[in-house]
Each structure stands twice: as C-alpha cells, then as structure tokens.
C-alpha cells in the first residue's frame, strides 16, 4: 500500500504562511509523492479561518502546543489576542483529514505555533525558538501519526521505504 502524507500548504508552494509568503521545499522526493497522489495538503490555520497575511502568532511563556490543548497554554497574537481556539479548531481539522486519508505520517512546517514538530517560537515575538511542537503536531501524534519537520523528508523516506518493504 502506498501512504499517504499530510503536508503544510506553504511547503508545497501555497502562499498561506503569515505574511502571505510560501515555504516551498524543492526535493525530489516531494515532486515524486506530489506525481504519486501522495500528498494531503493542508493549512490548519487557514483550515480554522485566519486570512492571509495576518499577524504573526506564538505560544506563550515559552509552552507547547500540548499544552494548548491541555489549556494551560495560549497562542497569542503580537497584539495579544488570544488565538487559542482558532489554533485548536485547525488541528481538529488537520486531524481529521489525515484520518479521513489514513495519513500515517505528516511534514509539517517547522517553527509554526501550529506545525513545528522540534522547534516553535517562544512566545516573546524576539525570534526566538526553543525545542517543543505547534498545536497540530501535538494533536497529530497523541493520534498515532508521526510527525516531521521539513528537514527530515529524507528520515521519512526511510522510514516509508522500510515500511512498504515489509507490507
């Protein structure tokens, strides 16, 4: 069986990030799974409703997006909205349509309050990261699938390949 891939929209080449750019990743291993209808494209935060571009967003004092969901942390806009439930909503989402294609695995957008999977940014809105997962990672992985960053695309083509060997 060949698996399908949840994958960040900006990694793809979709203008959707925060200030309207994309994030594309040329690897030829993307432009064959892309050929192969491997691919399942989302965006959680458009998915939840947020425009394009819009103000940048971080989980605040230095938490994770488990503990969004826990609630004992907030996504903050810059201006300190609380962004909380829009953030969870798009996880829902991108649950969802990973379960609906029996996505196994993700790459995910690395640094984003709602995809980083090793790094996100620490909530001081000064550029600083620090190790922890975005909301959609945290949703995706208490669910079964694993979850990549953008530079690991060759550390899920193994583990794909070792997969698809024993099925």
Known sequence: MTEKILIS?????????????????THSLLRQW????????????LAAGFSVPRPPAEIAHGEDGAAVLSETA?????NGTDLSELFV????????????HDCKFALLTDGSP?????TIYDGTFAGKKHQGVG????????????VFAETEIDTL??????QETRA
């Open 114 to 118: 709602s995809c980083g999977s090793t």
């Open 74 to 78: 907030r996504v903050i806009e810059e």
């Open 9 to 25: 929209a900006c990694l793809v080449g979709q203008p959707v990030r925060y200030n309207g750019s994309a994030k594309t990743v």
């Open 135 to 146: 909301v959609t990672t945290a949703l995706l992985r208490a669910h079964g699938v694993q």
């Open 34 to 45: 892309q050929d192969e209808g491997r691919l399942v494209i989302v965006c959680p935060e």
């Open 157 to 162: 083509a193994r583990l794909l390949a070792a």
């Open 89 to 100: 909503a798009g996880a829902k989402t991108a649950l969802a349509l990973a379960q609906e």
